[in-house]
């Protein structure tokens, strides 16, 4: 265990020797401490990394390339690489159990890309693939390539409605996904706001999907992955989940059984921050099946791999298999909990009616606001949320009707249910106490609003006094 004059050494001495090239830079570096210090961050995939996570990412492997796997890479000198990308890789089979895993991607976006791609390159029976299997792939003309791109571009996928707490790399037009497959979404059920397995099952049935997508960005309960994994063989699908926002109650054994969707899914991804707590960047973990199709995610899909990240993910993976994160995975939900109910006793509405997992989102129409208004009224009293769609939202993808809430980062400070009380009262006040504007036509506006300036600095003071309490990174002093 490193000493705090250890770690307040190294993060010193490191902004002294990057003033001394851009003081501009170290001064940003610097800043953002300080701002997060005294932020009362809600944002639901947003987190805290160790300092010793931190740290492995500012190293000489920053100046390695490495295409290719453990043992097989297409540069020299990639011994030490080898050594942290198995290391990775281990810590992630070990904690999730999983059969494979592949540490690689840089974000879960590329991560979701490596899956589909090797879904695709493994299921696929086209044609212009089983040509591109059998010759080398320069041999292969124009028209070749152009009957590989509608064969494997034409597959279906069905995944979770981005209103209903999907994602927008679940297949959504915006987004490469949606480009790459005929897409369709399945929702929520109207008056509940929960998957109706039922209908899942026979949106799967009527369109017949390659994969079947499970998995959330703003989703405030647990998915049944096995029921999820028996309506995808039903029709043949290969069953994929997206864990990126929950992967830390996998790793801590919150969500277990029908819950974990290791055991379930040929194919999980993830990302490594958010509730895992570790670097940014993303992960895959499959079955035996496909993990040579996996592996071949670079270059397939990704760029060089980034090894000075992969040695910050064995870092931040190995934490995750200490037995104190099975707690702190423990409280994330108990303080999402209790400050669900602290709201719920307040007159708030949230979609689902509360939570079971790490978020909430509150429907901020019954304050009389739109998502981006009560979002920069409550960021002006010094609470970091987001803007998030509920499902049927008529407000749309930009102006929402709700705020997403979580609780990793407040958790990983040491908050804990008493606190979430505090926090449920403060995120009342500015709510109802914010009136929405209007444009200068005298219409409705969706993005302008009023809120008293004196309850806004109060609010802000309060959430001061409560951070107070939970040093963030305490053992670090820049002074």
Request: with cysteine; hydrophobic share 40%.
């Amino acid at each position: 265990m490193s000493s705090p004059n250890a770690e307040s050494t190294a993060f010193r001495s490191a902004l002294e020797v990057i003033r001394a090239v851009e003081p501009r830079v170290a001064g940003a570096i610097a800043a953002e401490l300080t701002d997060q210090r005294e932020s009362l961050k809600l944002i639901a995939s947003e987190n805290y990394a160790s300092p010793a996570t931190l740290l492995a990412m500012g190293n000489w492997f920053s100046d390695k390339y490495a295409e290719g796997t453990v043992g097989r890479r297409f540069y020299a000198g990639c011994q030490n690489v080898d050594t942290v990308e198995a290391l990775a890789a281990e810590h992630a089979r070990e904690l999730f159990g999983a059969a494979h895993a592949y540490v690689q991607p840089h974000s879960g976006i590329d991560a979701n890309l490596v899956a589909f791609w090797a879904v695709l390159a493994d299921r696929v029976e086209a044609p212009a693939l089983e040509k591109a299997r059998a010759r080398h792939v320069n041999d292969l003309t124009e028209a070749d390539w152009f009957a590989l791109r509608r064969e494997l571009g034409n597959q279906r996928m069905l995944g979770m409605s981005l209103d209903a707490g999907g994602h927008l790399t679940h297949g959504f037009r915006p987004n490469i996904s949606g480009k790459m497959f005929d897409q369709r979404s399945y929702g929520t059920d109207p008056r509940t706001g929960l998957i109706d397995y039922d209908k899942v099952a026979e949106a799967a049935r009527e369109f017949k999907p390659l994969i079947l997508v499970a998995g959330y960005s703003a989703y405030p309960r647990r998915v049944n992955f096995r029921m999820m994994r028996e309506i995808a063989d039903s029709v043949g699908a290969t069953f994929m989940v997206d864990m990126a926002h929950f992967a830390g109650l996998v790793a801590g054994k919150v969500l277990t059984g029908d819950f974990d969707p290791v055991p379930h899914a040929h194919i999980v991804t993830t990302t490594t921050h958010k509730s895992l707590r570790g670097p940014r960047g993303g992960m895959v973990l499959c079955q035996p099946e496909l993990a040579e199709q996996v592996d071949r995610g670079c270059p397939m899909v990704l760029g060089g791999p980034l090894p000075h990240v992969m040695a910050a993910k064995a870092v931040a993976l190995a934490e995750a298999r200490r037995p104190d994160f099975a707690d702190y995975a423990n409280r994330i939900v108990a303080n999402a909990q209790a400050l669900a109910e602290g709201l719920l006793r307040r007159g708030a509405d949230l979609v689902t009616g509360g939570t079971d997992n790490h978020l909430a989102i509150i429907d901020v129409t019954s304050y009389g606001l739109t998502g981006r208004q009560a979002e920069q009224a409550l960021l002006d009293s010094g609470i970091v949320t987001n803007r998030n769609s509920v499902p049927q939202d008529p407000n749309g993808a930009w102006y929402t009707s709700g705020i997403r809430i979580g609780t990793p980062a407040l958790t990983t400070r040491g908050l804990g249910t008493a606190e979430m009380d505090v926090i449920a009262e403060l995120i009342h006040t500015v709510l109802s106490q914010t009136n929405a504007g209007s444009n200068a036509d005298g219409t409705a506006s969706k993005a302008k609003y009023a809120l008293d300036a004196a309850v806004a600095d109060k609010v802000s003071r309060q959430a001061g006094e409560l951070l107070a309490g939970f040093p963030l990174y305490p053992t670090v002093d820049l002074t």
